[in-house]
């Protein structure tokens, strides 16, 4: 599968498993000078800055392992360029940085892991 249907497919997955477990999602695919969440949500009063890693498989590693600590970085200045744009002058919100790992299976069907704050203590 290429990789481009491979990341559009894992997007749709994990667009579904969050609405799923009840968050909102606000925005997909933001972009600011610095790069790219793929999807925003909200959980309650929390807002959830998601990056979604497709695989196929494993062989060179799983989906986390693919977020590195550049891509890290670049997730935390584009969370704070979305959070300078949208909430200017609100109350400092709660906020969370997770991981969606999906590795899809030969057999058509995937495996959807939820790595849940990944930063630690998530505060910008």
């Excluded at 959830?48 to 986390?64: C, I």
């Amino acid at each position: 599968m290429p990789v481009q249907t491979l990341g559009q497919l894992g997007e749709t997955l994990a667009k579904n498993y969050l609405e799923t477990h009840k968050l909102q999602i606000i925005s997909t695919n933001y972009h600011s000078p610095y790069g790219e969440i793929d999807i925003i949500a909200k959980e309650g009063e929390c807002f959830v800055f998601v990056e979604v890693k497709a695989r196929s498989n494993v062989k060179r590693g799983t989906p986390l392992e693919a977020v590195t600590p550049r891509k890290r970085e670049r997730i935390l200045l584009t969370a704070q360029h979305w959070l300078s744009t949208h909430l200017m002058g609100k109350e400092e919100p709660h906020l969370r940085f997770d991981v969606l790992s999906i590795v899809m299976g030969s057999d058509g069907l995937s495996t959807i892991t939820h790595h849940k704050s990944i930063f630690g203590e998530d505060t910008l």
